[in-house]
């Protein structure tokens, strides 16, 4: 457990101001806002709340930086990153903290995050040398075509407060290895372990005006100058899709490149053939990391009518022994939800469910006190209309519900505008790579409740976005193609 003093110690070594052009400076207004946490409803810290003045500055600093950052050596933008990877790995414990006051997730999760996410770097700081192109001679053997690739230019970075360390180094990472400036806005919500991210990254040697960072509780009237402008050169985004549409539309005004990771609704599949103790476990992995607040997170588990009933019951025992609590405490398996608003949206669904027919196995409610703690949840006999079985969850909350065929199983799966992830946990190669390949999704984790990996393509199709972060596909979001025509 850690005690007051070292949180506070934490908090106070964490910068709260915009970081511009290598300075550090509070917002063209001098306001704040606050940043809670979610186990206590405290605010934690006052940090500067940026307007468009301040966006337009960080843009006009990394435009700025633009044309040196291109030209320095990749390897020396690669050992950049490697450093920041050394160093997110040496103060993990303090990060680690921090992430989880602002956002509520147990320590070991927080952990586990900034490995993730100082893993982008690592992965990132090797890619950064094998940016390659072609020179090949055209088919009738008179010309030659010389392919290069270059950085894209200043970026646009808006991350979202549910992984707030890996969610910005996915994209600062291929970003500073391929060369582009950005200007970063992290959520409103969790902006402090982007803060202490970008403190890092300028202790490691990044040049002023390559990251500049605003936060802000304005994200649109902040953000939009900066995406109508056209010094900027690419948006990246990862959140919802509504917010996912309406910045692609604005970007679409200058033709920005964009890169769009957006919300999930993950069916997690269980075969008759499956090993069921491997299928539980992995179950609970997909659904309760991050409190099931992951685009990732299994929304629908879709289970052979032969082994539900006996799926259900063991997934609501494993989900009934969590130890619910402030993140912080010792041995607590599940954390708070974000903001009242989002377990009041869980309630609603589960409500909805129950008075639908579906049956409740274990939790079923909201945790009274201060915090927005809601019971880890197994539903089962839920019906098709239940609106959870459609929405993005994000919660604590895992509906079962049954299939008889396999093409019943992938027509579950794949009823909805979403098409991030699935899961699916059966013994025959031949079930696996059929039902993989039927799936419309970007990503399958088979027989594994987990995806995420820096050295892979991470991305969706349908709603769930454009685009892919991490693995060697990473870095080309970042890169334009010239084609030379070489007469010889
Ligand atoms: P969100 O409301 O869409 O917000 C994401 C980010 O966009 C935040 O920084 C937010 O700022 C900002 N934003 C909101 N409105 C904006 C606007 N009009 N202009 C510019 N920026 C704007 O999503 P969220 O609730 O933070 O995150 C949860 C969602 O993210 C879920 O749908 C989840 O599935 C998705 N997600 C997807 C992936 C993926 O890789 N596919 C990964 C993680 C999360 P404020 O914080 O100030 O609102």
């Known amino acids: 457990m850690t005690d007051l003093g070292q949180e506070s110690e934490v908090l106070g070594a964490t910068p709260r101001q915009l970081f511009i052009d290598g300075s550090w400076r509070d917002g063209a207004r001098g306001s704040t806002f606050g940043v809670e946490d979610p186990a206590t409803g405290r605010v934690l810290v006052e940090v500067s709340d940026g307007d468009a003045d301040d966006a337009l500055a960080a843009l006009a600093a990394a435009d700025e930086a633009q044309a040196g950052w291109a030209a320095t050596p990749p390897r020396q933008r690669g050992e950049i990153l490697r450093r920041a990877y050394e160093t997110l790995t040496e103060r993990i414990d303090d990060l680690s903290l921090l992430m989880t006051l602002e956002m509520g997730k147990p320590l070991e999760g927080s952990r586990a995050e900034i490995t993730y996410a100082a893993e982008f770097f690592r992965w990132f700081s090797e ?28 970026c646009l970075l808006i991350t979202p407060w549910n992984f707030p360390m890996a ?10 290895a391929a060369g582009c400036t950005m200007v970063v806005k992290p959520a409103e919500l969790t902006p402090l372990s982007t803060l202490a991210l970008t403190q890092i ?20 009237a902040a953000t939009g100058p900066v995406i109508a402008d056209p010094r900027l050169r690419k948006l990246s985004f990862t959140g919802s899709t509504p917010v996912g549409k309406q910045l692609m ?9 964009v890169s769009m990771e957006l919300g999930g609704n993950a069916p997690f599949l269980v075969f008759p053939d499956a090993d069921l103790d491997a299928a539980v476990e992995g179950a609970v992995v997909a659904k309760m990391r991050n409190m099931g607040e992951a685009c990732t997170a299994a929304n629908r588990f879709c289970v052979h009518e032969s082994v539900a009933a006996e799926f259900a019951r063991r997934l609501a025992a494993r989900l009934g022994a969590m130890k619910v609590g402030r993140g912080t405490e010792p041995n607590v398996d599940v954390g708070p939800l974000i903001e009242s608003k989002a377990r009041d949206k869980v309630v609603d669904l589960v409500e909805d469910a129950t008075k639908r027919g579906a049956e409740v196995l274990t939790g079923g409610a909201a945790i009274d006190g201060p915090g927005y703690f809601y019971a880890p949840t197994v539903l089962s006999d839920v019906p098709p209309q239940a609106r959870l079985l459609q929405e993005e969850i994000f919660g ?3 509906p079962v519900v049954t299939f008889a065929t396999d093409d019943e199983a992938i027509a579950q799966a794949n009823g909805t505008e979403f098409g991030l992830v699935a899961f699916v946990y059966t013994s025959s190669l031949e079930r696996s790579l059929r039902v993989s390949e039927a ?4 990503m399958v984790g088979l027989n594994q409740g987990i995806v995420s990996n820096p050295a892979a393509p991470f991305g969706g199709v349908k709603q769930s976005g454009l685009g892919r972060e991490g693995g060697r596909e990473g870095i080309e979001e970042y890169l334009n193609i010239k084609y030379v025509a070489v007469h010889l």
């Open 201 to 220: 990254l300028s202790e490691c040697g990044l040049p002023p005006g390559v990251l500049n960072v605003v936060t802000t509780k304005s994200p649109g």
């Open 396 to 398: 604590p909350v895992a």
């Open 249 to 257: 539309a604005a970007a679409a005004e200058q033709m920005h490149r």
């Open 127 to 154: 890619e950064a040398v094998r940016i390659d192109g072609r020179y090949t001679t055209e088919p009738n053997g008179n010309g030659r075509l010389l392919v290069m690739r270059q950085p894209v230019g200043p």
């Open 439 to 442: 799936l419309e999704v970007g």
């Open 167 to 176: 969610m910005a180094t996915r994209k600062l990472g291929p970003a500073i």
